[in-house]
T-cell receptor
Framework: EAAVTQSPRNKVAVTGGKVTLSCNQTNNHNNMYWYRQDTGHGLRLIHYSYGAGSTEKGDIPDGYKASRPSQENFSLILELATPSQTSVYFC?????????????FGHGTKLSVL | QQKVQQSPESLIVPEGGMASLNCTSSDRNVDYFWWYRQHSGKSPKMLMSIFSNGEKEEGRFTVHLNKASLHTSLHIRDSQPSDSALYLCAARGNSNNRIFFGDGTQLVVKP
């Protein structure tokens, strides 16, 4: 089973502070994604990447930056955290054009901004 | 506005019953659909995928796709309490590899 590791698992931040969420995958997948999930709802796409050095805006990019320094790592950065960014964040990786293609998700990071 | 709409929002079925979930993409530029299952407090796990017109069956799960209407449905027969979860439909943009999700259907299977 493909492995996607997120850190930290839980984070409490103060309003106006900087938060960095990290994601590492050992699947050698080109595509990586950051989503947020609010209680009882689906996943909303924040940023995604086609490979090292690339980042693309998703559906809700405002207030977030992304960085893909290598094939394995994809970070989500909140420069000035706000309480509205309190959520669960999921990182995922995927390689398309392969049999049984799909997204593989990390365990999620629960972020609380006070 | 959500590009993937799911219905119903919630569904209660008795143990052993049939659960039917629906999903439609309002974006015509999609080429692949998935159904993911997410148990409470866990990450989503892929249940089934489909990209061709027609039907696909795996055990108790059957998925249908109508590409003309961009509608997919998931049917779970002989539902079990362990099937209680949030079911998420996802679609992929055919030109940009964006994967977008619906808001999900919360399924409860009552013993």
């Amino acid at each position: 089973e493909a492995a996607v590791t997120q850190s930290p698992r839980n984070k409490v931040a103060v309003t106006g502070g900087k938060v960095t969420l990290s994601c590492n995958q050992t699947n050698n997948h080109n595509n990586m994604y950051w989503y947020r999930q609010d209680t009882g709802h689906g996943l909303r796409l924040i940023h995604y990447s086609y490979g090292a050095g690339s980042t693309e805006k998703g559906d809700i990019p405002d207030g977030y930056k992304a960085s893909r320094p290598s094939q394995e790592n994809f970070s989500l950065i909140l420069e000035l955290a706000t309480p509205s960014q309190t959520s669960v964040y999921f990182c995922a990786s995927g390689a398309w054009g392969e049999p049984n293609e799909r997204l593989f998700f990390g365990h999620g990071t629960k972020l609380s901004v006070l | 506005q959500q590009k993937v709409q799911q219905s119903p929002e919630s569904l209660i079925v008795p143990e052993g019953g049939m659960a039917s979930l629906n999903c439609t993409s309002s974006d015509r530029n999609v080429d692949y659909f998935w159904w993911y299952r997410q148990h409470s407090g866990k990450s989503p796990k892929m249940l089934m995928s489909i990209f061709s017109n027609g039907e696909k069956e795996e055990g108790r799960f059957t998925v249908h796709l109508n590409k003309a209407s961009l509608h997919t449905s998931l049917h779970i027969r002989d539902s079990q309490p362990s099937d209680s979860a949030l079911y998420l439909c996802a679609a992929r943009g055919n030109s940009n590899n964006r994967i977008f999700f619906g808001d999900g259907t919360q399924l409860v299977v009552k013993p």
